[in-house]
């Protein structure tokens, strides 16, 4: 699935059959992934992700993967002030999961 985002697409869940699913499915695309699909530079690095996932390994597609998870939906970095700073969409359409995963 990653090299989809060679091409500029991302996949999201195509059925779902119960109403809070969609209500975080919706939530979770709308508040964590469009914002960061506006900013030229995370689409270059997804982009990048992808056409490095053509034609590789099954183990190079792994760590893309890892690499992928890691940042993209559940990325956290410390800010210049120290402060944790999350970035990832899993954290940003979760409020208990940001909360959590900014505790100092």
Excluded: N
């Amino acid at each position: 699935m990653l090299c989809t985002l060679s091409v500029f697409l991302q996949l999201t869940q195509s059925f779902i059959t119960h109403s809070f699913l969609f209500l975080f499915i919706s939530s979770h695309e709308l508040l964590g992934h469009v914002p960061m699909f506006v900013d030229r530079d995370f689409c270059d690095f997804s982009q990048e992700i992808g056409l490095a996932s053509l034609g590789a390994s099954d183990e190079d597609v792994l760590k893309l993967a890892r690499c992928y998870w890691h940042s993209v939906e559940f990325g956290l970095c410390r800010g210049e002030d120290g402060t944790h700073k999350a970035y990832g969409a899993g954290l940003l359409s979760s409020f208990g999961e940001l909360e959590y995963s900014c505790k100092e």
